[in-house]
């Protein structure tokens, strides 16, 4: 996820609906959804994704990402001990819990949980630790060498970057509500991925009325109980709160991949401009 910056004073206003009350803070699922079947807790609705029969492939460090939310320093000394962390795509050990070799300060390996469901699994998603995002930037070309980082610096990016993801997810859960119907379990992220150089239209068409550019965009892959739908969410500049570190506004809403994706963009607009 984007760790880069510009310096805006654009105040951009994001997409938004109602959010009915299957989906609302603190609100119970509906009944068709597997929260109410204490006694057959792995059962299922036939239209929800946990119920495929070959869940979807997801990035390997997912597999493992709970023994760093549970236990990370031990799952960090694992690591370094036998191939209980072997790839078996390339057979090489993971290297993204391992200091870099001229890394100033050690890092935290701990990892926390999201609130976002991860496609044909019962879990999560799972955020990187400070290490996993200290040697991501890396491996993007980033060098400590040229900035005044701090441990508490990372502590900081971490946490304004998981709540970046929680606020993104929040806006497609609205999105997603115009066809809670059609979903009674609610949707879950199948896969995403950074286009930060690839400006979406949208953005582009803000960019010749005189707005600035966002610094980074992501396309989030959403599983509807089997239908995939692509969001686009393009990311910029605000003012952080220290309090819930959140930086960045965002601008969501989904791709122009569809008739019923150009539909939901119609009627939010209509809404908007009528009330």
Known sequence: MGASMTTSGTTVKAET??????????????????????????????ECPMHQDEPPAGPVHQDRAYEFVNCPMRAAKAGTQGLSDI???????????????????????????????????????????????WNAMLRKGWRWKDDSLSPDDMTNI????????????EEILKWEALHAGECPCGPSLKRFGGKAKEFSPRARIRHWMGYELPF????????????????????????????????????????????????DRVKVAWWRWTS
């Open 17 to 46: 609906v109602t959010l009915p009350a299957q989906f609302g803070n603190g609100s119970l699922p509906p009944q068709g959804c597997p929260m109410h079947q204490e006694s057959q807790k792995s059962s299922y609705p036939s």
């Open 87 to 133: 790839d078996p795509t390339n057979m090489m050990p993971p290297p993204n819990q391992q200091p870099a070799p001229d890394q100033p300060f050690s890092l935290s390996v701990k990892r926390e949980e999201s609130t976002i469901p991860r496609a044909g699994t019962d879990n999560n998603w799972v955020y990187p630790s400070e290490q996993m995002f």
């Open 216 to 263: 980074d965009r992501h396309d989030w892959i959403v599983d509807r109980c089997g239908k995939e739908v692509r969001y686009v969410i393009d990311y910029y500049e605000g003012d952080i709160d220290k309090d819930t570190h959140q930086f960045s506004i965002l601008d969501v809403r989904p791709a122009f991949d569809s008739l019923e994706a150009v539909w």
């Open 158 to 169: 971490i946490k304004i970057h998981n709540r970046n993801n929680e606020q993104a997810w």
